[in-house]
């Protein structure tokens, strides 16, 4: 099993920049696809982005392609969002992920989530 919990987030205008970060822990934590994930109030909670195991694969939905940037430190156990050019559409918590099943934008591959961080963005 692993372990999850994200920091960062927080408030930022629209066009502004944020980050989150996410520590795994656990035997496993550098050998499984991690993903970043959010939920708007209101609404189902939605896939933004995942990077395998290796860092090698990439995978974003179409609503942050170009805009967001996920990476991973396997020796620091970490993976990060860089989130730019925001707009108040990606207010949400934000939700880190861990798949031993690989990089996928399915909610059923992940098994293991963190608590959230909150980020919102005002315009």
């Known amino acids: 099993q692993v372990q999850l919990v994200e920091s960062g987030g927080g408030s930022v205008h629209a066009g502004g920049s944020l980050s989150v970060s996410c520590a795994a822990s656990?035997?496993?934590?550098?050998?499984?696809?991690l993903g970043w994930f959010r939920q708007a109030p209101g609404k189902e909670r939605e896939f933004v982005a995942a990077?395998?195991?290796?860092?090698?694969?990439?995978y974003y939905s179409h609503s942050v392609q170009g805009r967001f940037t996920i990476s991973r430190d396997n020796a620091k156990r970490t993976v990060d969002l860089k989130m730019n050019n925001l707009t108040p559409e990606d207010t949400a918590v934000y939700y880190c992920?861990?798949?031993?099943?690989?990089?996928?934008?399915?909610?059923?591959?992940?098994?293991?989530w963190g608590q959230g961080t909150q980020v919102t963005v005002s315009s």
């Open positions: 990077i395998s195991w290796s860092g090698g694969g990439t």
């Open positions: 992920a861990s798949s031993a099943k690989g990089v996928a934008g399915e909610e059923s591959f992940y098994d293991s």
């Open positions: 656990g035997r496993t934590a550098s050998s499984v696809a």
